[in-house]
T-cell receptor, first 112, second 114 residues
Framework: DQQVKQNSPSLSVQEGRISILNCDYTNSMFDYFLWYKKYPAEGPTFLISISSIKDKNEDGRFTVFLNKSAKHLSLHIVPSQPGDSAVYFCAANGGSNYKLTFGKGTLLTVNP | GAGVSQTPSNKVTEKGKYVELRCDPISGHTALYWYRQSLGQGPEFLIYFQGTGAADDSGLPNDRFFAVRPEGSVSTLKIQRTERGDSAVYLC????????????FGPGTRLTVL
């Protein structure tokens, strides 16, 4: 069973507009959430994280929102740039070993 | 400073052979993780080291897989009697400590078993 779900395999947006990537989770023990970006032939690169005690975290163009009651989080990128085109993974952890559980990823394409 | 490095970047082997994959974490990071990523999937947890000891190896698929970190720094993932289903990208990550900190990933080793 997939504990972290990214239901949109792909998303295409115009440069300068907002990109919204969504993620749902089922495990109520998860208390820390992260977004990673991945380019082909490279490892995932950390983007932004949020603890379950918060509902929003912002870093430059990137904002992550957490809705604990809905077990849903989203990543907003404003304004989107062509260099943002990559696969975005949502990940979560909880418990004492801090292993990450990943979604399947969403391929974002930002068109010039 | 230097990031996480992994060698080799690519490994092609024949079914039944033994392979070793190496991970060099960021200096000072005590926590080290191995993940495996198959095509179209997100990375899946294999094993977690805190210092020299394997604190959680619940993600290792079977006893053909083994990992060590003898001095608390470099780690080696070992796969015996490789099977075609072992083909994947093997990712290593490190973090400051075993806590809710971001994990920094290496570029991965692409393993192909023919």
């Amino acid at each position: 069973d997939q504990q972290v779900k990214q239901n949109s395999p792909s998303l295409s947006v115009q440069e300068g507009r907002i990109s919204i990537l969504n993620c749902d989770y089922t495990n109520s023990m998860f208390d820390y959430f992260l977004w990673y970006k991945k380019y082909p032939a490279e490892g995932p690169t950390f983007l932004i994280s949020i603890s379950s005690i918060k509902d929003k975290n912002e870093d430059g163009r990137f904002t992550v929102f957490l809705n604990k009651s809905a077990k849903h989080l989203s990543l907003h990128i404003v304004p989107s740039q062509p260099g943002d085109s990559a696969v975005y993974f949502c990940a979560a952890n909880g418990g004492s070993n801090y292993k990450l559980t990943f979604g399947k990823g969403t391929l974002l394409t930002v068109n010039p | 400073g230097a990031g996480v490095s992994q060698t080799p970047s690519n490994k092609v082997t024949e079914k039944g052979k033994y392979v070793e994959l190496r991970c060099d974490p960021i200096s000072g990071h005590t926590a080290l993780y191995w993940y495996r990523q198959s095509l179209g999937q997100g990375p899946e947890f294999l094993i977690y080291f805190q210092g020299t000891g394997a604190a959680d190896d619940s993600g290792l698929p079977n006893d053909r897989f083994f990992a060590v970190r003898p001095e608390g720094s470099v780690s080696t993932l070992k796969i015996q009697r490789t099977e075609r289903g072992d083909s994947a990208v093997y990712l290593c990550a490190s973090s400051l400590a075993g806590g809710p900190y971001e994990q920094f990933f290496g570029p991965g080793t692409r393993l192909t078993v023919l």
